[in-house]
């Protein structure tokens, strides 16, 4: 079981940065790839980025490569993304979640935290 606490989001001007952090529980997280994803109102949630266990890999949708960026403290269990150049259409709420594949698919994670509000305010 890994249970994850999202954390770090909040309200801020287009073209600022915030870090989120994923706070995990559980052994089976080290050996766990994390993703973020986001969900706007009225959206469906979609991928933002990925991580695998060791860091090694990393993947991002197109929409925030260069702006956003996925790392991870395993010594804390801790996942992180950094976010800059915020954009109006970055505000939504952002989930991490884990699981055993390395992929951008929402369906191939088990473990869900309960989400992070961002708002960025043009």
């Known amino acids: 079981q890994v249970q994850l606490v999202e954390s770090g989001g909040g309200l801020v001007q287009a073209g600022a940065s915030l870090r989120l952090s994923c706070a995990a529980s559980?052994?089976?997280?080290?050996?766990?790839?994390v993703g973020w994803f986001r969900q706007a109102p009225g959206k469906e949630r979609e991928f933002v980025a990925a991580i695998t266990w060791s860091s090694s890999s990393t993947y991002y949708a197109d929409s925030v490569k260069g702006r956003f960026t996925i790392s991870r403290d395993n010594t804390k269990n801790t996942v992180y993304l950094q976010m800059n150049s915020l954009k109006p259409e970055d505000t939504a709420v952002y989930y991490c979640?884990?699981?055993?594949?390395?992929?951008?698919?929402?369906?191939?994670?088990?473990?869900w935290g309960q989400g992070t509000q961002v708002t960025v305010s043009s």
């Open positions: 559980g052994r089976a997280f080290s050996s766990s790839a």
């Open positions: 979640a884990a699981g055993r594949l390395f992929t951008h698919l929402r369906n191939a994670y088990t473990y």
